[in-house]
């Protein structure tokens, strides 16, 4: 007798996840991705403009991210990530020209809020204390239901650290989101916001170690091949088709729909899920970076948010950044230039350059796209949903990826052919130690 498919539509991050989590399932798998390339949002590519590989965009994670951790460990991915000492935030204020580190310490204990030389210069430690309702917030309550968002600490801490966490404007954004992540994160101490960057690019951390293990296991990709409609019968997905070619579901075969959420509501009758998405816009500075300057700044008072030092070249990042869609390019990649030569000391003059907006790069953090995140297991029994945008608590992240395809692979597997014990050791985690930078 033949072994029953898993089909997993989408190699983005959550694809992935399952296809790796799947391996001894005792099933074959079977890849589909309507693009060349596997990766989705997070993925590397050779820019044509300027002659070298960058990324679609800047990401990192934090070292209490412990399912992309143990992901990466697995696949054979995570030598690739690069970290500083400890948790080292460099920030700078491009209103005032002020300098300051942000080091929070190791332990649980938060005392580096009493400490004038970890913390945001101008602010005292009982201001820090202020986000704590965050923590025990309902989930329609937004952040600024909860705690102040105006004054410095807010300013030049809470809002570029939940900017980037939420992709949202924090003060509107799911103050449940942002407590789901300090709880994992900066709640936790130091140990875990040690900020985690794939140096060499995000494809060879986090995609091209994945397709190599599940090479290894028999199963490749099929590239180019879109899903275009799911057959449905009452009970199942009876039939996959993707316009040249239809496949055909046997009883114990199974679909793990891992698409963006706009691609499932096509696809997927009376699906519920987010609609509204924010962007993030990605420069790219063909440009070596200046001695000292460190893997990653932080900016407040500017339009640029986080400058990010690669050995062949200066990347920034923006979150939350609509307004600057209907910027023309090149005035952008001028603009932020600007910027960066200012903060770096670099000349005015502007290097090659490209510039990637995302429009559509995660789902808005508001409390009402948040509610309408779907569980992982649909009408359907042999259907299961994994992506950013599935009920993960988190926000769109890495993290939030690989975890809903942990979870979809392990609810493929109990449905299908029952839990078996050894499968967990996939979510244990090795703590970062030392540095690779
Ligand atoms: C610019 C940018 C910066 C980011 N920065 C960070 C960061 O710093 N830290 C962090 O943790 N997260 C960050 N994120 C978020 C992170 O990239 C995403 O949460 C994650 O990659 C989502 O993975 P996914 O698999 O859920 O979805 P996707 O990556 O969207 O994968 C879906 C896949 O499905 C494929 N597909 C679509 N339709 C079909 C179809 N019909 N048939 C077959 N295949 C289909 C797509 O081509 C894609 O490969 C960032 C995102 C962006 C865009």
Known sequence: MSKPVIHIIGAGLAGLAAAVRLKDAGADIALHEATSQAGGRCRSYHDATLGITIDNGNHVILSGNHTALAYLDLIGG???????????????????????????????????????????????????????????????????????????????????????ALNTDPAESSASLAAATMRETLAKGGRACRPLIASDGLSSAFVEPALRYLEAQGVRVQYGHRLRALGLDERRVAKLDFGEDSVPLAPGDGVVLAVPALVALTLVPGLQAPSQFRSIVNGHFRIA???????????????????????????????????????????????????????TGL???????????????????????????????????????????????????????????????????????????DYDRTTEHRPVIGTAA
């Open 78 to 164: 995570r030598d690739r990530l690069t970290t500083p000492e400890g948790a080292i935030f460099p920030f700078v204020d491009l209103a005032t020209g002020e300098r300051w580190t942000l080091r929070p310490n190791d332990g649980r204990l938060p005392w580096w809020v009493f400490d004038t030389g970890r913390r945001v210069p101008g602010t005292r430690a009982r201001d820090y204390f202020g986000a704590a309702p965050l923590m025990w917030a309902g989930r329609d309550k937004t952040i600024a239901d909860v705690m102040r968002c105006s004054g410095r600490l807010y300013d030049r801490l809470w809002h570029p650290l939940l900017l980037a």
């Open 289 to 343: 970076p200046p001695p000292g300057l460190a893997p990653m700044t932080g900016i407040v008072n500017g339009t640029v948010e986080w400058i990010f030092a690669f050995r062949d070249r200066l990347s920034i990042t923006i979150s939350g950044a609509d307004r600057l869609l209907d910027t023309p390019r090149e005035t952008l990649a001028r603009n932020l230039w600007k910027e960066v030569s200012v903060i």
């Open 347 to 421: 000349a005015e003059d502007l290097p090659p350059w490209q510039i990637i907006r995302e429009r559509r790069a995660t789902f808005a953090a508001l409390p009402g796209e948040d509610a309408k995140r779907p569980a992982t297991d649909t009408a359907w029994d042999n259907l299961v949903l994994a992506g950013d945008w599935t009920a993960t608590g988190l926000p769109a992240t890495i993290e939030g990826a690989i975890r809903s395809g942990n979870k979809a692979a392990d609810s493929v597997r109990k449905k299908q052919y029952g839990l078996s014990r």
